[in-house]
């Protein structure tokens, strides 16, 4: 079949769209808006379809669901390669769009899942600082988010988590409930290519606004 006859998708497979609101209002969206006391800001900001980058702070280990939650699109993340050997947890990760890390080579098996991700048509998260933060700011950006929107020519989305850093307490295995609140940004061009200044400009771009939208607070 010829190239320019094959169909590039450019939403999730229904199948994970079914079993992503499912999710999403029976468990989510409830615990978000009772348990968490959320507020959502910018929602009318996010894409319905096309290639969308979601990066955000992160903070806490319900990060991703709360993202995907309130973007009203299923987001993949990643998740760890031991998660997709247990069975039934594999189907379910799976159907949810989490694509397999790697322990060790983390930063290169993630950029081009994401990539593999974004051109399957799924919204795909990554958190800019990489890791979790004291304080839900952005601290270290990295570049890997702004190479994989020039690679995909993605849009990006800025999402700020506020409070998810209070949810755990050292020593403590009990969610506690603090009020979140989540800001969505206006969507940011991707870089028009992989370009190490151009990198570097819109990482900081996306660490600006997020860190703006959680200075905002509550």
Known sequence: MSKALVKIPDREP????????????????PVL???????????????????????????SDFDPPIVSSCVGR???????????RVPVLKQAITAYGAYPVKR?????????SAVASLE??????????????????IHDPK???AWIAAKTQALILPVSLWGSHEIFQKGSARPRSVPLTIRIGVPIAPPPSTDRAELNRVT????DIINQLHDLGR
């Open 204 to 207: 900081q771009q996306c660490a």
């Open 14 to 29: 229904f199948v994970s769209l079914m079993l992503y609101h499912l999710f999403k209002w029976s468990i989510v969206s």
């Open 120 to 137: 399957n048509g799924w919204a795909t998260g990554l958190f800019l600082d990489g890791t979790r933060t004291h304080d839900g700011r």
């Open 74 to 84: 299923p987001v993949a993340f990643m998740a760890k390669e031991e998660l997709f």
């Open 143 to 145: 570049i890997g988010a």
């Open 33 to 59: 808006h009772t348990y968490f006391r959320s507020k959502i800001y910018g929602a009318h900001y996010v894409p319905r379809k096309g290639r969308l980058l979601v990066v955000s702070n992160h903070a």
């Open 104 to 112: 060790g080579s983390a930063d290169r098996s993630a950029m081009k």
